[in-house]
């Protein structure tokens, strides 16, 4: 999510306890096979502090038309206009948004200032970030009927509701406020030439900051999950600030909750050394919360109720295509600011799930499931996520991996350390991964499996606070001081055994503009490349091509965000080209394709942030009221795949390729 608004990595509470991470401060002078030395010779170099220019690499070999990765659209050039821009031959529409409703009943139209908490609670949520598209009938390929699962991040109040300051919310505000995060279930069809949602659809559903949930795993019943409102520990209240997420073999919903920490203040009151060791390395609101809300909730309240921020920092599993399936919160999968949770089947059927902690200097990890994935039986594979091991990532300097295990009584994950059970790890499970020496990493958030090459891809959005005095310094998985502008790794795990405890990675890109030295783009000619900054969400088309949503580029290189695609593989490989470009204040998120590859879903998150409820720098999409977010569809005027604009676009692009980018 924008960092605009979230600034607890700057919170001096946070800065004094990072833990004792691995942090390669003496590890400057590894060893480079000759393929590192093409490709990561820049960031040994940064590693080691020393300034100097990119090596010289050979221009990659370029096809012209018809490209093999399927990438022949003419790259976009930034516009900076009203609405969203697409590349040539290619348009987008609005299928659903923040507000509409998703029941019958009354719609919000463009005034949310009547909006009630009811009515919110029967409408598509706002922020939307992850968007999964799960076909109808169940089971099948269909690619024009299906259901969109989407979560619903944060809020902007002041975007919202015409007060100055956060301490003007009402009650009624606050309470529209809690039913406008979480997750939505919408019911879509593409009729006409363009999709639309279901209104009365039984499919629709919405999941809240007020909807009841049951947890799950090792956390279950634990004294620390017993609050006044749920004395046994086994269920809790509502679901908020839902990132990124990622969909199960078997047809559900992992939403991750992130930003969480937001939501709590007072939590200089908590009595307990414990408590206040897990809300210091959370970074719970010590005096009042970001967006005081706990003015109107006492649950939000630690003074009040001390226990209830640990209901929240979980991967939450849902279940799209069964409205009355109550939601469960999966405590194995441990607790801290989720950013993805994507599965993966290994050979040998095991699943596993890879998640990134999203703030500065936090860690990368991965379950591996205990028992196997039964493709036959849906239901059998209901309870799989609450038994397995929990691991976090160790980068080493030569370009090696360790996953290591946390798993209570081994290593220093014992009652010297305060950990007296497997739910003591799972609960503070950044504390866990401290003291394993796990590797701080710039801000990690979505991690995906390449369906094509198997190989795992690690966003690093960005981390400004690499190197300052205090800080850790850059190493070779984190090159830059000062990170702006973020870069992703490329993991492969041994064996390609996703299951495996050790792992190589190397760089792909090292973002920014292409003309700054301190940029990488896989060994590709840089001045045939698009800029880019921020990479935040990714997936992939089914050529394994990676395709990027961005979310900071306005700060980092004065450029509003947007969506690329970069081949992995082949000559092209880090080719990277610009497809789309947001409107202004926004983010791009939740990229999904279509199971045919002939539509691209995106979530435009928080348009006109950074603007006011009186004076929005946007109307959009409407043109008339406030901002509203909304999930858009991408589509080639050819009906052709995303990617590929037939033969107008294949001839125009020769010519491109002959006369660069333009950027």
């Not at 401060?25 to 000759?34: A, E, I, K, T, W």
């Not at 820049?42 to 370029?62: H, M």
């Not at 968007?131 to 991040?153: A, K, R, Y």
């Not at 441990?334 to 200097?361: I, N, P």
Request: a negative charge.
């Amino acid at each position: 999510m924008s960092q605009d608004r979230m600034h607890y990595d700057d919170d001096p509470i946070i800065r004094s306890d990072r833990g004792v991470g691995h942090e390669f401060s003496d590890v400057v002078q590894g060893r480079l096979s000759r393929r590192d030395l093409l490709r990561s010779s820049l960031v040994a170099g940064l590693a080691a502090g020393l300034a100097g220019a990119l090596p010289t690499v050979a221009k990659a070999a370029r096809t012209l038309g018809g490209s093999p990765t399927g990438l022949d659209f003419i790259p976009l050039k930034p516009k900076k206009g009203t609405g969203i821009q697409v590349a040539e031959n290619y348009s987008s529409h609005v299928v659903v948004r923040w507000g509409d409703p998703m029941r019958p009943g009354r719609s919000m139209e463009s005034d949310p200032t009547t909006m009630t908490p009811e009515d919110q609670a029967n409408a598509f949520g706002y922020n939307c970030d992850f968007v999964g598209f799960f076909p109808l009938p169940v089971g099948s390929e269909n690619s024009d009927h299906g259901l969109l699962g989407v979560n619903n991040e944060y809020i902007n109040p002041e975007l919202m509701f015409p007060v100055d300051m956060l301490s003007g919310l009402s009650a009624e505000h606050v309470n529209v406020c809690m039913e406008a995060m979480g997750f939505s279930v919408v019911e879509i069809k593409r009729e006409g030439g363009s999709w639309s949602h279901v209104i009365d659809s039984r499919f629709n559903k919405r999941v809240t900051g007020t909807t009841p949930l049951l947890i799950t795993g090792p956390a279950r019943g634990d004294a620390r999950m017993k609050t006044s409102k749920h004395p046994t520990g086994t269920t809790c209240t509502g679901t908020m600030h839902n990132c990124a997420a990622g969909k199960t073999p078997w047809g559900t919903v992992l939403s991750g909750e992130e930003n969480f920490q937001g939501m709590f203040g007072q939590a200089n009151a908590l009595k307990d050394a414990k408590d206040q060791r897990s809300a210091k390395r959370y970074g719970l609101g010590m005096e009042k919360s970001e967006y005081e809300f706990e003015r109107h909730l006492d649950r939000l309240d630690c003074s009040k109720e001390p226990n209830e921020a640990y209901h929240f920092g979980w991967v939450v599993e849902i279940d799209p295509y069964d409205p009355d399936w109550q939601p469960r919160k999966r405590t194995a999968l441990g607790r801290f600011r989720h950013e993805a949770a994507t599965s993966h089947v290994t050979k040998k059927g095991r699943v596993v799930m890879y998640s990134g902690d999203d703030a500065r200097f936090e860690y990368v990890f991965k379950f591996v499931c205990s028992k196997p994935f039964n493709a036959k039986n849906r239901e059998a594979n209901r309870e799989l996520l609450d038994d397995g091991i929990l691991y976090v990532a160790r980068f080493n300097e030569d370009g090696t991996g360790d996953w290591l295990p946390l798993v209570f009584g081994q290593g220093p994950l014992t009652a010297a350390n305060r950990f007296n059970s497997q739910a003591d790890v799972v609960i503070d499970v950044r504390i866990a991964a401290d003291l394993r020496g796990a590797t701080k990493m710039d801000r990690p958030e979505d991690i995906e499996v390449n369906p094509v090459n198997e190989k795992v891809y690690v966003v690093c959005t960005n981390n400004t606070d690499r190197g300052k005095d205090g800080k850790a310094g850059p190493d070779k998985a984190n090159p830059r001081a000062s990170n702006s502008h973020g870069h992703i790794i490329e993991l492969t795990e041994n064996g390609n055994d996703h299951a495996a405890t050790k792992f190589k990675w190397e760089l792909f890109l090292v973002c920014g503009d292409p003309s700054d030295p301190a940029t990488y783009y896989a060994g590709f000619d840089k001045s045939m490349v698009s800029p880019i900054s921020c990479p935040d969400n990714i997936c992939f088309d089914a050529r394994g091509n990676l395709w990027i949503a961005t979310d900071g580029q306005a700060r980092a290189i004065s450029a509003r965000d947007g969506f690329f695609a970069v081949p992995v593989e082949g000559p092209e490989r880090g080719r990277l080209v610009q497809f789309m470009e947001t409107v202004e204040g926004s983010e791009v998120c939740g990229p999904e394709f279509t199971p045919d590859g002939r539509t691209a879903f995106l979530a435009i998150q928080h348009p006109g942030e950074g603007s006011t409820f009186d004076k929005p720098s946007t109307r959009w999409p409407d043109g008339v009221g406030v901002p509203r977010p909304s999930v858009i569809a991408i589509e080639a005027n050819d009906r052709g795949p995303i990617g590929s604009a037939g033969n107008e676009g294949r001839t125009s692009r020769r010519a491109m390729m002959k006369g660069g980018t333009g950027t």
